[in-house]
């Protein structure tokens, strides 16, 4: 993997709603990778690459947000309270350190509003904590507090990754990752007969919004989501539930609650996985989805798949990837765009 990269796009903030600082990042990377790139009035990063004439257009996106939290409350004692932007488990967030874009950058402390575990008795309730339940601590007197920090403000996790021989983890894989695996994609394919819009979406986790107006725009022939989904091969949970496993390849979305897989474009990925010895996996997600399901709707249709990582503890502080399905998603998005001219999208 190219860790500076991937570090780079997992540690650097951009919640739904404000993404300028990750924009940046990936502008860097992927201009020398297009003809041109833009930004749309959403805050939509768009890589065109020029196709041959008359040749499909095809439109990818990894959405560049992620979860996070916005500033709702400062206390007399200086203490921040949020609001979640994207789905949370509570349960994941006592004492987290995160990262708070005010003035400047602070680093915070989360933790629920309740007594320290040393003070409580038999009788204190147990109960599981609520977003609502959890306060920001930032380490600074309240007036220092309330002259760098306002309402709004972004809060992120503030979090390194960490490698192993087989995997990583880290925050944001969700989608960050995706964003790594398209301009990894697009360094390999070279050759591109197809017309590319390579969309680096915004405000993915509250609504698919991003993928919704560039789809509008680019009015692509086919889509292709990259994203990540569930891996849920771990103790307690029910293998016939499990959506997909570490270390079996990339995933191929059937079904999602969002979008179903055009049956044209999943033949044509099983047939590049056959033909390029890719190990891969079938999933349906039951629950969730991703920018598919907005470029699907978009004007009169749009053929979509999803091509997805699996990764553990989605939605996380840990994240987690095995490398060598990361390098088969990276391998099939690849091999689909160098021939993506020859799909067949005939009834």
């Not at 990042?25 to 041109?36: A, K, P, Y």
Request: hydrophobic letters at 40%.
């Amino acid at each position: 993997m190219d860790a500076k990269l991937f570090e780079k796009l997992v540690t650097t903030p951009g919640i739904s709603g404000r993404e300028m600082r990750i924009r940046r990042v990936v502008e860097q990377e992927i201009s020398g990778l297009v003809d041109e790139v833009r930004t749309d009035r959403l805050g939509n990063l768009i890589g065109l690459r020029r196709g041959r004439a008359g040749a499909p257009k095809v439109m990818l996106a990894a959405h560049m947000d992620s979860i996070g939290f916005m500033v709702s409350h400062i206390d007399d004692d200086g203490f921040l309270r949020v609001s979640p932007v994207g789905g949370f488990d509570a349960r994941n967030l006592n004492t987290q350190r995160v990262l708070v874009e005010g003035k400047n950058d602070f680093i915070g402390l989360m933790s629920p509003a309740d007594k320290p575990v040393h003070l409580q008795n038999k009788d204190d309730a147990k109960k599981s904590p609520r977003v609502e339940d959890i306060f920001v601590d930032l380490m600074l007197p309240p007036d220092e507090v309330k002259a760098n920090v306002s309402i709004g403000d972004a809060v992120s996790y503030h979090r390194s990754p960490l490698f192993t021989n087989h995997a990583v983890t880290a925050p944001y894989l969700d989608d960050r990752l995706g964003v790594y695996i398209l301009i990894e994609a697009l360094r390999r394919a070279t050759d591109t007969p197809a017309e590319v819009h390579a969309v680096i979406s915004v405000q993915e986790e509250v609504g698919l919004r991003g993928a919704a107006t560039s789809a509008f725009e680019a009015e692509p022939d086919m889509g292709i989501a990259i994203d990540v989904t569930i891996a849920g091969d771990l103790p307690g949970s029910d293998k016939s539930q499990q959506v997909s496993l570490l270390g079996k390849g990339v995933a191929l979305s059937v079904m999602d609650s969002g979008s179903i897989s055009d049956p044209r474009l999943l033949e044509r990925c099983k047939e590049l996985v056959a033909k390029h010895d890719i190990k891969h996996q079938l999933e349906i997600l039951p629950h969730g989805g991703t920018d598919a399901g907005a470029i699907q709707l978009s004007r009169a249709g749009v053929p979509v798949i999803t091509i997805s990582t699996p990764i553990r503890y989605v939605h996380t502080a840990n994240e987690m990837a095995q490398i060598s399905d990361i390098d088969d998603t990276i391998e099939l998005v690849y091999r689909f765009l160098e021939s993506a001219h020859e799909t067949d999208l005939e009834w």
